[in-house]
């Protein structure tokens, strides 16, 4: 591939990075101090709409679409895109100012690329302008969701609706106040083939028999405002035009949808890691011990040229993927997408880990990104498919390969 970036995404880089360093970098702390009083948990920081609004305004909005869907979006392929991802990980709210955070980026590709006109009439085009959010809701409490075969809820037809009945959990975006729509995997045929019992359908959130149990944290972090939720599904009606592309497609969906939403974790993950070797960087030019700088200790330049050699592995292994989803589809790309999904996190982790060592009692408590950082970097391991199930995948595509089978 080339690694260089085409002059579409450099200029977009150099753009993103004076809007990060002019109206983000200013605010970051003003935010995560708004939302750490548990009477704004569930509200959306005043200033926020503002931004968005200065973004859209800098034609730094939608950028994550990979095609072009009229003028709310540039149409930026994954390789362009990744970078832009990077710099928006370094603050980890920010990927909302550009209409670009999760669950919504997916949410809005599976509309994009299996919803019929009318759905995405009714919510595609307002998630595209931002001004409502959504929710994904397919992990289940009761069983392994790893296997996403194993989910329970079930979606029934009867007459002109289908009837929903289960219960999810981690349902990123169920807690925003703006959060108007979910997207639920469950099954309308248990008796089907293995992986095509399952299917999508869009649910308002409003809707009667949808409730909302109880906020989860991550290591006590609740990402306010959108959070995750544990969500009841109680005959839940909606009318059957909701579903999206037909009964037992939603497996089938499911692959389409967390491609490119695995590429977007993998790179803010590298933009959160890369801010700590600079974090790291700076620390260690501002301490002094034992009549020393710390940068001056042969083993703190050690810990920060690994981390550094570390990012760098991983986020040329990520832009990878990414050229190989854009030149020949997130299928052929599976075995790149399973590689970034199991060294980002992993790389992520170590890399904080030792500015958090290097930055001592500070680097664990509020007034670094750090302890955040690498909540959601552990949480990261899991979401989109843990560890073992893309090791479990690629090693049985490498022997396959080179086995001769």
Request: glycine share 8%; with cysteine; charged share 25%.
């Amino acid at each position: 591939m080339d690694f260089e970036y085409t002059e579409r995404s450099k200029s977009l880089q150099e753009k993103l990075k004076a809007f990060m360093g002019e109206y983000i970098l200013p605010v970051e702390q003003e935010v995560y101090a708004f939302h750490s009083h548990p009477e704004n948990r569930w509200k959306r920081w005043p200033g926020l709409e503002a931004l968005k609004e200065k973004a859209r305004g800098a034609g730094l909005w939608n950028l994550f679409l990979p095609k072009d869907y009229g003028e709310l979006s540039p149409g930026l392929t994954n390789l362009e895109y990744a970078p832009l991802a990077e710099i928006m990980g370094r603050v980890l709210w920010s990927s909302e100012v550009f209409n670009c955070s999760a669950p919504d980026t997916g949410n809005m590709e599976v509309l994009a690329k299996y919803g019929n006109l009318k759905q995405q009439q009714q919510w595609l085009q307002p998630l595209m302008k931002g001004e409502i959010r959504s929710a994904f809701l397919m992990t289940e409490p009761q069983v392994a969701s790893s296997d996403a075969t194993n989910i329970e809820t079930s979606i029934t037809l009867e007459g002109d609706e289908y009837v929903i009945n289960g219960q999810k959990w981690w349902s990123s975006g169920g807690m925003d106040p703006h959060c108007k729509l979910a997207i639920v995997m469950g099954k309308t045929d248990f008796d089907a083939p293995r992986h095509q019992q399952q299917s999508m359908v869009l649910v308002p959130m409003n809707t009667s028999g949808v409730k909302i149990i109880r906020p989860l944290s991550v290591f006590g972090y609740y990402d306010s405002p959108e959070g995750h939720a544990e969500i009841e599904l109680n005959n839940v009606r909606v009318p059957k035009e909701n579903l999206l592309l037909g009964e037992g497609r939603g497996f089938e969906i499911a692959q389409g949808r967390l491609g490119p939403g695995r590429i977007h974790h993998c790179m803010r993950l590298i933009g959160m890691a890369q801010r700590s070797v600079e974090l790291m960087s700076q620390r260690a030019s501002e301490r002094f011990a034992f009549g020393k700088t710390f940068k001056d200790f042969s083993s703190i330049r050690q810990e920060i040229a690994r981390s550094q050699c570390e990012v760098e592995q991983a986020r040329l292994l990520t832009l990878s993927a990414a050229d190989k989803m854009d030149r020949a589809g997130n299928k052929e790309a599976k075995d790149l997408i399973a590689m970034i999904k199991i060294v980002a996190p992993n790389m992520a982790l170590k890399v904080i880990d030792r500015a958090i060592q290097i930055y001592g009692g500070k680097g664990v408590g509020p007034d670094t990104p750090l302890a955040h950082y690498f909540g959601v970097a552990r949480m990261l391991r899991l979401a989109d498919g843990p560890d073992e199930v893309h090791l479990y995948q690629l090693g049985k595509s490498v022997i396959k390969k080179y086995s001769g089978e």
